[in-house]
């Protein structure tokens, strides 16, 4: 029974009767078999360890980030943390505020969603209810072609071309600010924002659309009326992802937005996000155990706690909506 | 009773090219919003082409950093680069791939399995800043690996992992059942059949998504500042054990000097990075075009 090139030894030994034979046969062919089932298990088990990286992964980060963080608690006070408004880790007056990056970040992000929301879920739409096959098929790769963008090209973006334009608008805006990093964040995020919701709309089965139709609406009240809200479950599963992607995204914030921790909701100053200090951090000389160290953990551990609650609301309401219309 | 039948239905008449009007708009809207994007890109590529293209020069492949911009050039980020490239490339093949196998072709259908899959879902959204405190934490600290190239290819792994699974388990997914139950029936074991078959056909669908992780990889940089690539590296890098930096920390170098020369170069070197991307991309699409198999 040996298959394919397991089948290249010649069976010896045929003269001495049938019975011989087969018995050849059967020896050859059990250990044969168990050959291939040690290299199956062996394949299996190196496979099955493969699959576990990615739990050793999340294992590390959490393992990691914790250590250093549970370091940085001792010295500092959770309460001065979550509460203080000043951070300046880095300075001789030392503050341990997290706030203020977290407004940066929060300013940032809330500035890319008012960009990529609308004129994704508008692509979005286009492409699910208005747009022919081959207009899809032609308009949705370039489209995703932003995502595609290294971040570091558009912070380049960011600082050397949009806040130029900013500067001639609103001349009090800084040189760095918190608008000209939304905006490029806005346009990276977008495709995300389009193609997710664009899954979710495309899902709604045509028997709701038709059923539209025949009640008389139009194509328009069709889209938003009926399409639109059965699909909402999956828009804000798009919608939670775009904020996460937001939150998370470092290299057009550490070029563009400044590295000025402050509690301000003007998007035209100078902020810092979470993300770009730890940059900052991370360009410096920092020694291993010093103070500063720390923190660019613990603020990963928060930037991670952040991420991880959005990303597992989103899966349960992605999941809500499959279960809908499978 | 007919005048009144006849007004209702001039008043839905009109009523109804109102609406039809009002969905037209929004047509020509939601077509705008599409357009936008694309407005920005090419926007985006004109400007760093117009600011980039009087710094192209060969100077740049042969060149180390600089701090006189007329002799700065990219050699050492471009080495970095490749070094990076193909160390991430000989961890994060093996190791994906073999893991989209199992969760596709072995995994029994249990709580182990599914935890699994969920941390692979997770881990596509973490931040990749984060994996870089992983990477320093736990390459460049714990295993004191130092910030070598090693460290950096280990944590670019773990960060595509996720990518070449996902794109992997998809491949493997479009490979039809009954080439498996014809493998099967003529008795070959589950790893002769994935092995043989279902590795054969999707294989090129699997290159596709490998080639995007490494173009997804080739671009990143918050990770790599993490763990402390260097931003000045005036050698040739010789071996994974070495120090490096690569493309685009270097293009955030020069972004970050104030003066404008420094960001003609900075556009320079983007010109190479996307001219890069732009054929590992072509080189993508080519691939699904001619080898991959529709069932």
């Not at chain 2, 020069?254 to 996307?274: E, K, R, T, V, Y």
Request: aromatic fraction near 10%; include cysteine.
């Amino acid at each position: 029974m040996g298959m394919g090139r397991n089948q290249t030894r010649p069976i010896p030994c045929v003269k001495e009767g049938k019975l011989q034979m087969a018995t050849t046969i059967q020896s050859l062919t059990t250990q044969n078999h168990r050959k291939r089932d040690r290299e199956r298990k062996i394949i299996r088990g190196l496979t099955f360890f493969f699959a576990l990286v990615s739990v050793g992964t999340t294992a590390g980060i959490i393992y990691e980030l914790l250590k250093e963080t549970v370091l940085f608690f001792q010295e500092v006070s959770i309460l001065e943390f979550f509460t203080d408004t000043r951070w300046t880790p880095l300075f001789a007056s030392k503050r341990f505020g997290v706030l203020p990056l977290v407004n940066g970040t929060l300013l940032v992000a809330a500035g890319a969603m008012l960009v990529a929301v609308p004129l994704g879920l508008l692509a979005a739409i286009f492409l699910s209810e208005y747009a022919s096959e081959r207009m899809r098929k032609i308009l949705k790769p370039i489209l995703e072609i932003l995502a595609g963008i290294p971040t570091v090209v558009y912070g380049y973006f960011a600082l050397l071309f949009i806040t130029p334009i900013l500067r001639d608008l609103f001349p009090e805006t800084q040189i760095f600010n918190a608008a000209s990093a939304s905006i490029a964040m806005g346009f990276m995020i977008l495709p995300l924002m389009a193609s997710v919701s664009e899954d979710a709309l495309s899902a709604v089965p045509r028997s709701l659309r038709e059923a539209a139709y025949a009640m008389g609406a139009t194509k328009f009240e069709t889209a938003t009326q009926v399409v639109l809200p059965a699909a909402l479950s999956g828009v804000a599963a798009a919608f939670i992802l775009a904020v996460s992607r937001a939150i998370g995204e470092t290299m057009i914030v550490a070029i563009a937005a400044g590295q000025q921790p402050k509690l301000t909701l003007n998007p035209l100053q100078s902020i810092e996000t979470m993300t770009a200090y730890i940059v900052q951090v991370s360009l410096g000389d920092t020694p291993h155990q010093s103070i500063a160290y720390k923190t660019i953990f613990a603020v990963g551990m928060l930037l991670f706690g952040m991420t991880l609650i959005m990303n597992i609301i989103s899966y349960f309401v992605t999941k809500r909506f499959r279960e809908k219309y499978e | 009773m007919s005048t009144l039948t006849a007004l209702r239905d001039v008043t839905f008449e009109r009523n109804l090219s109102l609406r039809k009007l009002k969905g037209k708009i929004f047509e020509i809207i939601a077509f705008f919003a599409i357009l936008l994007g694309i407005a920005m890109l090419l926007t985006l590529l004109i400007d760093v082409f117009l600011d980039g293209l009087p710094w192209l020069s060969t100077k740049l492949f042969t060149e180390f950093p600089s701090r006189f911009p007329d002799r700065a050039g990219l050699r050492s980020a471009l080495q970095g680069s490749l070094w990076l490239m193909v160390l991430t490339a000989a961890l994060a093949i093996p190791i994906g791939v073999g893991a989209g196998i199992y969760l596709e072709e072995f995994a029994p259908q249990n709580r182990i399995t599914r935890f699994i899959e969920i941390n692979v879902a997770n881990l596509a959204g973490v931040p990749s800043i984060i994996y870089g405190l992983l990477g320093l934490g736990l390459f460049v600290r714990q295993l004191g690996l130092g910030r070598t190239l090693i460290a950096g290819a280990m944590t670019m792994a773990l960060l595509v992992l996720p990518i070449i699974i996902v794109t992997t388990r998809e491949a493997i997914r479009a490979v039809p059942q009954s080439i498996r139950q014809a493998a099967l029936a003529l008795g070959a074991t589950d790893w002769e059949v994935s092995r043989d078959h279902v590795l054969v056909y999707s294989a090129p669908a699997i290159l596709t998504g490998i080639i995007l992780a490494m173009s997804r990889a080739i671009g990143e940089t918050a990770p790599l500042i993490t763990i402390g690539a260097l931003t000045y590296i005036a050698f040739d890098p010789k071996g994974p054990f070495d120090i490096f930096t690569v493309l685009p920390i270097q293009i955030f170098n020069w972004i970050s000097l104030p003066q404008s020369d420094f960001h003609g170069l900075a556009a320079a070197g983007i010109i190479i990075l996307l001219a890069v991307l732009l054929s590992m991309n072509a080189l993508a699409i080519w691939l699904r075009n001619r080898l991959l198999i529709r069932w």
